[in-house]
Structures are given as C-alpha cells and as structure tokens.
C-alpha cells in the first residue's frame, strides 16, 4: 500500500474518531474482555442518548433532508443507477425493505461466497507478533495511533512491567475504536439496528451489514471517510450487485486501519515492522511489473482476482500495460493477510505461469530484508533486557527447559519450531506464523487415530519428485515430500519439530532467515543436500525422511523397526540430536555473523513416540499370535500310505512382508471403523477456501449451523471448514457413504480437484497425499 493512501487512511480515520467520545471505546473494551456474547449497552447513543435521539425520531425529516443533499453528490460519486435513492419512503419503511432482504440473499451470497475471499482485518496474531517485537517506543506509537496520555497510563497500571502485554493491550484498544467509528457512523444514518447486532468487524458481521444496509450505503461510505472517487471505484468493480459493492466498501473501510497502523509504524522509525505489515513492498510490484508482459492476465487468474476487476483495471490504464500490471498486483496485495502469505501465493503463482526467474528474484529480495529484521529484533530485545522487561516468550521457554522432553512435546510449536524453521528454511519451507500447528504423527496415514488442527493457515504447496521437485499449487507454506516407499508408508511416523535459539531463547528473525536459506540451498543443490544432510542421521536409526514442513520446520520420519524408533529417541533424550542438527544446519548460508550464541533446538511429540511403540506393541502380538495359530498342524490320514503326515499352514517365512500385510490390514480396518479421517478433512480444509458455505449447504447444513461454526471460529476459515466437515462426518453412517455423498457436493460446487484426490482412499490410503 502506498505510504501516501495510508498516511490519508490515518487522517481519515482521525478524523471519523472524533465523532464518538471517549468512554464508548473503554466500555467496549470491558465487554469484550469479559468476553460477553452480545454488546448489551448501545456504543453509541449510550454515550449522547440526548444527541443521539433526536435525529433518529426526526428521521423522515432529517432523511428526506440528507438525501436530497446526497442526490446533489451522486453524480460525482457513482454512476446513473443510482438515481432512485432520492426517495426515501423505502428507508423508513422496514416491511419492503426486510422483503428485498430475505429474497435476494441466497442468489448474491452465493455471489459474495464466490468473489469475495475472507479477508482478514488486522488479528490478534498480527497484534500479537508486533508487540513481540515492539519495544520502549509503543508510548509514542500509541500516541500517534491516537490514544491519550490517560489511556496509555491505564495500560501501564494494567500490566505493570509486562512490556508485551502492554504493547498488546494497547493495540487491541485502538483496534476496538475502530468498532465505535462504524457505530458513530451508523448510528447518524439512523440504523440503530444494525449497531445492536454489530459484535466486531469480522467478515459474517460485514456481510450481514451489506444485507441489512440497502441504498442509504453511500451515506455511510461518506461519515467512514471514504472519498467520492473511491466510492465510485467500488460501485464500477461491481455495478448493479448492491450488496457486493457495500460489502468492498466495509472493507475497503477495514482494510484502513493496516494503512493507519503502517503509517504510525514509520513515524516511529520501525519501518522493519510496517513493511512486513503491509507485505511486498511497493518496490518489488514495481520490479515484477517492470518484468512482465501480456501473460499477466494469467497471473491475474492465478492470484484469483476477479474477471470484473481485470477488465476494470485495463479500462482505467488503456495501453499501459506495466501501470496495469501494477495496479493488478497492489489490488491483489490488499486481500492478503501477511506479508508472508504474500510472498508464497505470488511465488507460486509466477512459478505455475512459468516466470521462474521472477519468483526467485522475490525470494532473493526477502533474504537480505529478513537478515536486517533480525538484526533490529536483536537490538530491541537487548533494549528489553536492559529496561529489566521480561516478555512471556522469555518465561515460556525457561518453562520448556524445566518441564522437559514431555512439557516439550505440549509446546510444541513454541519450544521446538526453533529448529524446525531452520530446517525447512533449506529444504523449502516457508511460513513462519505455523508455530502453534500440532504435530502429525501416525495417525495421519489412518493407522490409529487421528491428529489437530493447524489454524489459520490455507493450502500447502507440495514440492514432490524423485530428484527435481516442482511446486504444484498455492499455499501459506511449503513442504517437501521425499519419494517415500508405499512400505515405509505403511510403518509410523514421527515429527521432528526445531527452532533456531540464540543464548537459550528463540530468535524469530533467524528462523525466518532459516526458512528463506533453505529454499535458496534447495535451489541451488538440489534435494540432495536435505536427503544426504539430514537422512544420513535418520537412516541409522532405521527411519526415512518422508516430508520437511516449513512454519516450524519439522522433519517427518517413518520407522521400520522399533530398535531404530528407540535408537532416535534416545539421541532425542540425551541432546545429541540437537547438537547433529545444529552442526547441520547453523552454517554460513544462514548468517556471515557470529554464530557461537545460536544452536537448533529439537523436539519429538511425546504422544508421537507413544503411538509409534503403540503400533509396535500391537504388531508384535499380531505377529506372535499368527505364528501360534501357524504352527498348529492338520493332520492327514494318507490309508494309500498305511502312515500320517502333517500339513501345516504358514504365512510366509520372510519376516518384512509378513509385517507389510499385517499393517495393510490393520490400514483397513481403521478406515471401515472410523470413514474418512481427520487428516484427510485438514487436508480439504486447506484447499478449501470461502466456498465452503456452498459446500455445507450441499452437504444438508442449514444458514443458522453454518453461521454458529462461523461465530464457533471467528477469521478462522480453515478452522470453520474443518469443524464443519467433522460435523458432518458424525452424521454419517459408512465410510462409503461418507466419500460418495462429499464427492458428489464437491463435483456440485466446481471441485472435482479435491474430489478425484479423494478416492485415492479406494485405492492406496497408506500413502495418501493431496
């Protein structure tokens, strides 16, 4: 986002934040904090209920008066179709109006489901990982946010001497302004009963305010301090669609507080966080644009962006093909969460286009941004230090060491993605917010149980091959899947999870130089160097590396024997594989920089070891139990012979194959008893992405079920799909049932992708992989 258009959002936004006073934004905050289900006191006329009324009993007056003053205005802001909203009977109305909503909602959802992906204000996450990196200087971010020297004082008193949780606090109170602004503004346009329904900013609230809204939306694109020509943009992206152009307008408005919070970053001087808020910078659209030429329809297509707003942008620059290409690009950028989901979905994208060579210069160019971020993390965290501010990251890793290996295996994602960052930094991995993700273990192969969800995250990009991957599809992160043996397959698997540590603590900044050194070294030496670096150690252990999944780079490794299983985990236990890792993986590619204060950190799911020696146990008795049953004879009377001899029945004499068949059948056995697993509906989930309401719709969901999954999950779209598909799983009866009943609604809603890949369960579940 340009800094120009953000510095304009943070004025905006000051200015529409003088029109609600001061203690709606504290008593909004107490509410969400006690976590109250309902806003049960009005933010806005509870504050001037004197102010506030008169105009709403005044409406048919103040109405007619405020529409005839909008007409002047409309033919600045919007196109002809818009001259029947001088009248306003139909506004105060509420019988017509309520009609148009209860009978177009289901065509222009499908509309709204389709072309308008979830797309994310600012999140706790986010608010979490700046705080993180933040120092003494939040009092002046704050103030340039607009909080007062009293309300920055209430923070402090708070959370004495948490640094972090007062950086957080006081990012999630001017992100809850942001909520009273759209109260005002509603509230001044007379629709008090949308103020009553309005919880937060997510998406299913916005939606349900563009359905209720109708033509008045103008007025509160106008008091949201959206320009006229801004306004008319959004009315040409979707003319005659209403609600479509109220929803881009909510958030469009939304989309500000990015702007604002970006611009308030840089006055600060922390430009390292702004940028890595905003995503790619204006600089690398311009050198991609600079690059391009006619194909970039193609890239348009595969970044998603709607044949409609193609056709906008090359009406808006005739000719200009580069201006076209940028402007694609930035309305593409606006959609995205992180910068660091931006970088992958564009790689990706530019990668199945068949620009290679553009994706690789992005990859470069992030190398040297993340090398000078980790830099200036270090230089805050030691100004922490200095002050004597202890951050609940510090405190949480001295847990982990206290807690030891089965503590570590809880935490997984916090003690031990140091090192598994670093790992799939070389092996291709890529994104750095998966560190709460659970561990796979066993379970995902459908052998004994199942595993959990990892949030917030959308499809994986596999990179797969016997000795030159390619990527094959968009993902938040990378994975690299070996050419693993259907018998391995069938064996269990463990995670190795790591993370790059720095005096005993995790340096964020170096795990995601970690991540981006991986992909280059997997570039340029080839898949080799991850096999021969890293399955020299696990080969004698009896294990083969499967896959290495970026986020908190973890090593996933298939068991063929319990001797190799116990041999790994003993090097676990003692901190030799730690150190092997860290000989590995803490080398030049990573940093030029002292490296003598950095190690890797690994860990192993207890509950994945656990499940492993279960499996063994099991075949053990399996195996023990057939070989009594083999040795009992059958004895037949040969009279020709006047002798007896035996005829005995025996599986067959080679231990590895007998051990083969005996996993394959207990593969199906679990698959009849439990239908399609957990895994495999995390792996739809991932695919899936804002079509999944149609999806549920097909497969019997009612409006209000799906609704309660989505308040279930707030912004959490992978989350909510998962929730919904194991909601209807319960419903069914066979495993059969199951597949064909969500083959058939996913061929309904234009998946025929996911539902070919579905019925690999028919044919090899063992080694099933989307």
């Not at 707003?309 to 992180?338: A, H």
């Not at 509906?681 to 969901?701: D, P």
Request: proline content about 4%.
């Amino acid at each position: 986002m340009l800094v120009s258009e953000a510095l304009n959002g943070k004025m905006d936004k000051r200015k529409a934040s003088k029109h609600q006073p001061e203690p709606t934004a504290k008593r909004v905050r107490r509410d969400n904090e006690t976590q109250t289900p309902r806003t049960q006191t009005n933010p806005g006329p509870s504050t001037a209920p004197d102010t506030q009324a008169a105009p709403t009993q005044q409406l048919p007056a103040d109405g007619a008066r405020d529409d005839q003053q909008t007409t002047r205005q409309e033919p600045q802001a919007g196109p002809s179709q818009q001259e029947p909203t001088p009248q306003p009977p139909p506004q105060l109305q509420p019988g017509p109006e309520r009609k148009l909503d209860v009978e177009p909602p289901h065509a222009s959802e499908t509309n709204l489901d389709k072309e308008h992906p979830e797309l994310p204000g600012i999140s706790d996450t986010i608010l979490r990982k700046i705080s993180e990196r933040l120092g003494s200087e939040w009092q002046r971010l704050a103030t340039h946010l607009g909080l007062s020297a009293a309300e920055i004082e209430h923070i402090l008193m708070d959370d004495p001497g948490q640094t972090e949780n007062q950086i957080f606090n006081m990012l999630a109170e001017w992100r809850r302004k942001q909520r009273d602004v759209l109260c005002a503004a509603l509230m001044k346009i007379g629709k008090t009963d949308i103020v009553e329904d309005l919880k937060d900013l997510s998406d299913p609230v916005l939606r349900m305010i563009s359905e209720k809204l109708g033509y008045v939306w103008r007025k509160l694109a106008t008091h949201l301090s959206l320009s006229a020509a801004e306004i008319d943009c959004i009315v040409m992206d979707d003319p005659g669609q209403t609600e479509n152009q109220i929803l881009n307008m909510l958030v469009e408005w939304r989309c500000k507080q990015r702007e604002v919070l970006c611009t308030a970053l840089m006055e600060i001087g922390r430009r390292d966080i702004a940028e890595d808020l905003i995503g790619i910078s204006d600089l690398d659209l311009r050198m991609i644009s600079a690059k391009f030429g006619s194909e970039w329809w193609k890239l348009a297509t595969y970044l998603s962006l709607r044949p409609t707003m193609i056709e906008r942008i090359v009406m808006d620059d005739p000719g200009q093909t580069e201006s076209q290409i940028y402007q694609m690009l930035v309305k593409w950028r606006r959609q995205q969460s992180t910068s660091t989901d931006q970088r992958d979905v564009l790689c990706t994208a530019l990668m199945e286009i068949g620009r290679r060579d553009i994706a690789e210069d992005l990859i470069e160019a992030e190398v040297g941004g993340a090398r000078e971020q980790s830099r200036q993390r270090r230089t805050t965290s030691s100004e922490r230090r200095g002050q004597g501010d202890v951050g609940h990251r510090d405190k949480s890793h001295q847990e982990v060491q206290e807690r030891g290996a089965k503590e570590q295996s809880k935490l997984l994602c916090t003690s031990s993605s140091e090192g598994q960052r670093q790992n799939q930094q070389e092996a291709g991995g890529t994104h750095q917010d998966i560190q709460k993700e659970t561990m796979q273990s066993s379970e995902d192969h459908g052998l004994i149980g199942s595993t959990h969800q990892k949030p917030g995250h959308g499809p994986v990009v596999s990179i797969k091959g016997e000795n030159c991957p390619v990527i094959v599809g968009d993902a938040n992160h990378s994975t690299f899947n070996f050419n693993i043996t259907v018998e391995s397959s069938r064996f269990p698997k463990v995670s190795i999870a790591t993370d790059v540590t720095r005096q005993g603590g995790e340096d964020r900044g170096m795990n995601d130089v970690l991540r981006i050194a991986l992909t280059t070294l997997h570039r340029t030496e080839g898949k080799e160097y991850v096999l021969e670096q890293i399955s020299a150690i696990l080969k004698s252990c009896d294990g083969e590396l499967e896959e290495v999944i970026s986020g908190s780079v973890t090593f996933v490794v298939r068991f063929k024997s319990r001797e190799g299983l116990n041999k790994l985990w003993s090097m676990y236990t003692t901190g030799e594989l730690a150190k092997k890792l860290t000989k590995i993986l803490i080398t030049d590619e990573l940093t030029t920089e002292d490296k003598s204060d950095l190690a890797i950190k690994a860990t192993i799911p207890e509950s994945d070891y656990d499940r492993a020696c279960k499996f063994f146990d099991e075949l053990e008795k399996d195996l023990q139990k057939d070989e009594e049953d083999s040795s009992s004879v059958e004895e037949v009377q040969h009279t020709q012979l006047g002798e007896s001899s035996t005829a005995t029945t025996a599986y067959s004499s080679d231990p590895t194959e007998y051990d083969e068949d005996r996993c394959e059948e207990k593969v199906k056995t679990s698959f009849i008893t439990t239908g399609i697993s957990d895994p495999v509906l995390h792996k739809i989930s991932e695919r899936l992405c804002s079509e999944w309401r149609k999806l549920a719709t097909h497969l019997g969901f009612s409006v209000a079920e799906i609704e309660r999954i989505v308040m279930d999950d707030p912004g959490q779209t992978e989350n909510q799909i998962f929730n919904m598909l194991a909601e209807w799983r319960g419903q069914q009866s066979t495993s059969t049932d199951q597949r064909d009943v969500l083959c058939t609604a996913l061929m309904k809603i234009n998946r025929r992708d996911i539902a070919e890949d579905l019925f690999v369960l028919d044919i090899n579940l063992a080694s099933l992989d989307f």
